[in-house]
């Protein structure tokens, strides 16, 4: 190992392992590091006391220390002691109500919820806010919850961070959720920052896993960074509940039993105290398909190599032979061609079609890890190396525009073949 | 009206990817660059002060080099810019961030009361869209996630109208002053920075305040205040790997072949017949 002027055996670093968190930064008690203009952290040997700080905390080995005297800490015990939570059980759920009803996302995440109950042997906890909430309470609890704790009060009729930011927060303080999943919809998004900073407590978004750590009962949670390239697994140590939000379809549905017991129980709103915005109007968006992509059992996605408005009728015919609409990928929206509502991929939608048809699409990993629900892929690329061939169930390699039409023609044909002769 | 613009340096994450064989990052060519979501509520907050008077100040956290996103922010219109640099803020997740953020726009609120505070709706490395909300929180600023359009200010009676995208559409919305805007890229095209802005931008000094300077818990700040850890990284794993047919020998026959090859599991090619019933 190197040594510095002094013969202190020192630290160094792996640049490119490096992903330039700078918790080594923050842990070096003598401030040896820095983060360098390429984004990776420096030891300065003469600096550096070789306490082996940096290495004990470095999340993905990137520091090179030898110093064999001393043991290494075991990462419980590496944190800075926060606040101690005991006495937190049990998985949260918040249901988003839309239309009168229960969001799909939140069905996806109480059956996941169900599942890592299970292995912590606790309850999950529907935790249900709105202007009336219908039937969502029992239904919630025929796709899998325990308990269901909500507030119905005309307050809550429409969506506003703070009046249910603070409702959310304020059940959680009362019912000590270990972990609270929410989904990543647009306003999930909105309320999870305001309860986790209410909470104080760590949020972890866009989660596309999760899963239970056997030996310490911790939620591990694998979201993609760096714009989808990269999975990083995110723990919460100390503070409760550990929150996750989740985007639609990335988790399967549950299936629904009618006959389940649960228990459902009403809390008090208690109105925040602040003055509260008002909703003037909600205007919807012309292109509703758009909005709804994720609904849809079948997407034609238009991609780079598609990226051409004279041949929008062609996919479109395409979409409506599969029972499907239209989506894209993002250099699609960067060119005008499709709103932001269609865009397909970790920035923009999460699908889990029966059909995908990638059309010019060459399959950035930030796309290809939001189509990896989709139950059959069939990807058209001139490019023979385009990574989409890699997750495609069916690939075909040449122009678009001379394989699309003959694509109809065939599946036109195997469509109105009613005795499944080909 | 003073309003505050959070910026975050980011590499430009198109770049950042693993090597498959070695699972270590590949960094050749990243470039780090100022968060275009940012760039956009800046571009906004310069507009609103070209419209409504008042004063545009530029925040960011990070190393020393954050400061290039600063000079960045100044050539395009903001009049102070400030960088939140110590080491004790390194390691930060969003909920140290944005109490590091928040406790920055209190002490700037001490000269000059903050009345709107922008940021992007997230960023571009890690797209997690905490922050603002995080900030707005701490602050009980009035939140207003999403934004595509400001609509007015009243400076008299304090309050603000934006209109911002919901599920399904758009809501406009309108509510108290202070406020934190988390905003969309169609907000606002930002404009090129002039060449004598851009003179100047290098000239200028950048204000560097440090844990004590804007009076923040060293309990809460950066690696010690985040309750989130990073526990390890990979490359995302892709399934299948289907196989592929060439059109240039023949159309109709590689058409054919992949929808065999589609349709060899039966139960699939039943329920497209059945329009997916």
Known sequence: MAKNSRGIEVAEIVSDKC??????????????????PDGVALIDPEVCVGCGKCFESCPVNAVKFEKKKRKKIPKEERVEPGKEAPGHQGVGVFIEMV?????????????????????????????????????????????????????ENPFLSRYLSASYGKALADLCVKLRPAILLIGATPLGRDLAGVVATRLETGLTADCTGLFIEKETGLLLM???????????????????????????????????DPARKGVVTRHELEAPAVELPEIIQFIPSGDTAGADIVRYPALVVAGRGACDQASMPLLEELAQLVGGVVACSRPVVQAGLMPYERQVGQTGKTVAPNLYIGIGVSGAVQH?????????????????????FRVADAGIVGNYQEIVPELIAQLRKIKSNANGER | ????????????????????????????????????????????????????????TAVSMGPPQAESVLRQAFSLGADDIVLLSDRAFAGADTLATSYTLSRAIITLGKANPVDL???????????????????????????????????????????????????????????????????ELELARPRRASLPMLVSS???????????????????????????????????????????????????????????????????????RKGWE
């Open chain 1, 19 to 36: 992903i330039a968190c700078q918790i080594c930064i923050g842990e070096c008690p003598v401030g040896a590091i820095e983060l360098s």
């Open chain 1, 99 to 151: 239309d009168g009803r229960g969001a799909p996302v939140s069905w996806e995440l109480v059956g996941k919820a169900k599942e890592l109950a299970g292995q912590l042997d606790t309850k999950v906890m529907g935790l249900l806010l709105g202007g009336s909430v219908g039937v969502a309470a029992d239904e919630a609890i025929a796709y899998g919850c325990d308990e269901v704790h909500l507030m």
């Open chain 1, 222 to 256: 694998t979201r993609p960074t760096f714009g989808g390239n990269i999975m990083a697994t995110i723990f919460c140590q100390r503070q409760r509940p550990q929150m996750s939000s989740v985007h639609p379809k990335v988790f399967k549905m549950p299936d629904k």
């Open chain 1, 368 to 388: 290809l890890v939001a189509i990896q629900g989709a139950e059959k892929i069939v990807a058209i690329n001139s490019d023979p190396n385009a990574p989409i």
């Open chain 2, 1 to 56: 009206m003073h309003f505050v613009v959070c910026i975050k340096q980011v590499p430009d994450t198109a770049e950042v990817k693993i090597d498959p064989e070695t699972n270590t990052l590949v960094r050749a060519g990243v470039e780090s660059i100022a968060n275009p979501y940012d760039i956009t509520a800046l571009e906004e907050a310069v507009r609103l002060k070209e419209k409504y008077g008042g004063r545009v």
């Open chain 2, 117 to 183: 505070v922008l940021c992007g709706k997230q960023a571009v490395d890690g797209d997690t869209a905490q922050t603002g909300p995080g900030i707005a929180t701490r602050l009980g600023l009035t939140q207003f996630t999403y934004v595509v359009d400001v609509e007015w200010i009243d400076p008299e009676k304090k309050r603000v109208q934006v209109r911002r995208k919901v599920e399904g559409g758009f809501e406009i919305i309108n509510g108290p002053l202070p406020a934190l805007l988390s905003v």
């Open chain 2, 202 to 272: 290098l000239r200028t000094p950048v204000k560097v305040w440090d844990a004590k300077a804007i009076d923040a818990s060293t309990q809460l700040v950066g690696i010690k205040g985040s309750p989130t850890w990073v526990k390890a990284i990979a490359s995302p794993q892709v399934h299948r790997a289907g196989p592929r047919w060439e059109a240039e020998h023949g159309v109709a026959g590689a058409v054919s072949q992949a929808l065999d090859a589609l349709f060899a599991d039966e139960d699939f090619e039943a329920k497209f």
